[in-house]
């Protein structure tokens, strides 16, 4: 039976512009951070109010998870846009959405209001994209 | 906050911006009745406003940017009054009484943990590193891991 789950991979373009993108922009705390051969790190994050929950910040590069023309497929899908890799919640949406702007985040949809709440899209520094929610 | 609250976006603008003045300054000495001018509240309105939206009084939260940093400081291995002062606390021990009161533990306490962790992670980093993807790309107990050292 599954109890839970630990982690959930979201493949970057460069993982020190991810740190600083989820660490300084989101606020997310840095769970691990092991450097894995010269170019590579096993860095996982957390949403603040969220430690058990890493989001592993994994970089697209060839080797045996990608061959060299996979990397340049995922890449471009991603600087696309193509993937959304789930929902953040948050207590008052507006004031996150105008700090969020302010540090030069990308949204794709403004704050708006649904059935359930107030939701709106940003994009990370890659091109992966998030929901941003506050529930009714 | 309902959302049928909100068209009044200039009060967001403000408050946020009081919360980036924070993010930004926590290192110096901040006057949260500085900061409630800056934005142009009365002081009780800008604290009121302030705990609505980020659920902590301004000075609540600029002590948890505070530790917040102090954390990542640990992390990179600096020592503990470096660090005291580094993020803007003005003696060791208000910095350890409220570090201890957040974290749980002693600042130097807090640091020796970080130091511990990051020699195992150098030592052994398959055991920091989930073992299906270090399998998937290739990262095996005969890897390379000197070369990171």
Same mark, same amino acid.
């Given at each position: 039976m599954i109890r839970k789950l630990t982690f959930a991979t979201v493949y970057v373009l460069n993982q020190a512009s991810a740190y600083d993108?989820?660490?300084n922009k989101l606020g997310f705390k840095v769970h691990t951070d092991a450097p894995i051969g010269k170019d590579n790190?096993?860095?996982?994050?957390?949403?603040?109010?969220?430690?058990e929950i890493e989001i592993s910040l994994l970089l697209v590069t060839e080797g045996e998870m990608f061959?060299?023309?996979?990397?340049?497929t995922v890449t471009e899908l991603i600087q696309k846009g193509t993937f959304g890799h789930g929902g953040f919640e948050c207590n008052d949406i507006y004031a996150t959405y105008e700090e969020l702007k302010s540090k030069g985040v990308e949204f794709a949809k403004p704050p708006k209001e649904e059935f359930y709440g107030v939701a709106a899209v940003f994009k990370d520094d890659s091109g992966n994209w998030f929901s941003l929610t506050q529930k009714k | 906050m309902t959302t049928e609250q909100y068209p009044k976006v200039y009060l967001y603008k403000r408050i946020v911006q009081a919360k980036l003045f924070i993010d930004t300054n926590f290192a110096d000495k901040i006057d949260i009745d500085h900061i409630s001018d800056e934005a142009f509240f009365s002081k009780f309105h800008f604290i009121r406003l302030f705990k609505q939206i980020y659920g902590k009084t301004?000075?609540?939260? /600029?002590?948890?940017?505070? %530790?917040?940093?102090? %954390? /990542?400081l640990f992390q990179k291995d600096?020592? +503990? !009054?470096?660090?005291?002062?580094? +993020? &803007?606390?003005?003696?060791? !021990? !208000?910095?350890? &009484? /409220?570090f201890k009161k957040n974290v749980g533990v002693s600042p130097s306490t807090y640091l020796a943990q970080q130091q511990y962790r990051k020699q195992q992670i150098i030592k052994n980093p398959l055991n920091y590193i989930s073992g299906c993807f270090a399998?998937?790309?290739?990262?095996?107990?005969?890897s390379n891991f000197e070369e990171v050292k």
């Open positions: 993108f989820y660490v790190r096993w860095l996982t994050v957390t949403p603040p109010d969220q430690p061959t060299k023309e996979a990397v340049k | 301004p000075h609540q939260y /600029l002590t948890s940017v505070r %530790i917040d940093n102090a %954390i /990542l600096k020592p +503990v !009054s470096d660090v005291c002062f580094a +993020v &803007g606390f003005e003696s060791l !021990s !208000s910095f350890s &009484g /409220l399998h998937k790309f290739g990262w095996t107990e005969y």
